[in-house]
């Protein structure tokens, strides 16, 4: 769908207030309801497409993200974001939910069928050095999975669930209601199986009738090098486990990098701070200053002025599953002597004088050439 313009697919203008786009999948759902169109796939198709659309646009913030990008595919990965293209729920439900039950027969089937897990994130700390180089961790989530003990279906082993008595199966009753335009039947849930169609009479003694369990899972994690804050990793069926068979969700792992006390990072370089003297800025030097990869040797031409980047090829951060690496920065800093000795002040006033430059002396009220009893 992320080609598609979902106020198009509901029939609307862009801007649509909530009240119209509720009118406009209402209208649109109760044509192209399964239920009114058994055996037809085209019917099926456009439900999924207004469903899915509806479940887009009458949700403040992924409306709002929508008429931003003009696109529903907010995939995760290292490129940001998170993956929505698995909305949760049928389109049966979500039916329900708006007009209080269906056209009878259909609940109990897509009830029964089967649902992939919801998604789990988990935040995973790191520290600079192993953003940089890349790391294996261990790390532990609480999901649910689907109870061994009776392979989910809730029911103790050696039983099995029975057709609801008070629904027959369908997982919906009829309900009559008087109005002043005479009585009007409508289907709801069965409120005894919770729209299964069945029950159980001897719950499993393990997950006591839900068919799943919470459990702590710990899962290794491959973090490839390079990776920052804010970077998001998705593991595949690692989530919560699916119901009546259905496929696992997925497991987000959102990085988090802690600063380093050395480099400052931006994207894939590195920035460092160099403090060097007069002396060495002028005349030049070679220094020795720290990099990822230990210690390097850089040179500081003659006449560096304080502020001047030197740059490290290579020596950056690595490129997230790539070849390549960003680069490193030196930042020299010119330091401007405080408390000079005599003669050093005396030693600069010769340099300044050879520069064909006299400089007063506030506090004496003559010149450096005076205070050394110069001729």
């Known amino acids: 769908m992320a080609s598609k313009d979902y106020y198009e697919v509901l029939g609307l203008e862009k801007g649509a207030s ?5 009118r406009a999948f209402k209208k649109q759902a109760l044509k192209y309801h399964p239920d009114r169109n058994q055996g037809n796939d085209e019917a099926e198709e456009k439900f999924k497409e207004i ?7 009458s949700d403040p913030e992924k409306k709002a993200r929508y008429d931003q ?14 993956d ?5 729920g049928g389109f049966g439900d979500i039916f329900e939910t708006i007009f209080g039950g269906g056209f009878g027969g259909g609940s109990s089937n897509r009830r029964n069928a089967p649902q992939r897990g919801d998604d789990i994130e988990y935040t995973l700390n790191l520290t ?3 953003a940089v180089f890349g790391v294996e961790k261990e790390i532990s989530v609480t999901r649910n999975e689907t109870c061994t003990t009776c392979s989910g ?20 009753i009829k309900v009559q209601r008087q109005t002043p ?8 849930t069965c409120d005894k199986c919770g729209g299964r169609g069945k029950t159980i009479e001897t719950p499993c003694p393990d997950c006591r009738g839900r068919g799943h369990v919470r459990k702590n899972k710990k899962i290794t994690v491959n973090i490839p090098a390079g990776v920052d804050t804010g970077n998001v990793m998705p593991l595949r069926g690692q989530g919560e486990h699916g119901v009546n068979g259905g496929p696992a969700g997925d497991l ?16 894939t370089d590195l920035y460092i701070d160099e403090h060097v003297s007069i002396g060495k800025a002028t005349l030049g030097a070679e220094l020795t200053v720290p990099s990822v990869d230990g210690n390097v040797k850089i040179t500081v031409p003659e006449g560096t002025q304080s502020g001047t980047m030197l740059r490290l090829k290579g020596k950056g951060v690595p490129r997230v599953n790539s070849s390549g690496r960003g680069d490193q920065y030196v930042n020299i800093i010119v330091d401007i002597p405080k408390n000079l000795t005599d003669k050093q002040k005396e030693a600069l006033a010769n340099f300044m004088e050879a520069c064909g430059e006299t400089v007063e002396v506030k506090a004496h009220k003559k010149s450096l050439k005076d205070m050394f009893n110069k001729k």
């Open 252 to 267: 987000y792992i959102r990085i988090n990098v802690a600063n380093s006390k050395t480099f400052k990072r931006k994207g």
């Open 84 to 88: 929505f293209s698995n909305m949760g």
């Open 51 to 57: 469903n899915e659309a509806y479940q887009v646009l």
């Open 18 to 22: 909530d009240e119209e786009i509720k």
């Open 128 to 130: 600079f050095e192993e």
């Open 153 to 172: 279906s809730g029911a103790k082993p050696g039983t099995s669930p029975v057709t609801c008595s008070k629904c027959g199966g369908t997982g919906q």
């Open 181 to 188: 335009l005479g009585n009007f039947v409508s289907t709801s």
């Open 69 to 82: 990008y003009g696109t529903a595919d907010f995939n995760g990965g290292f490129d940001g974001g998170f």
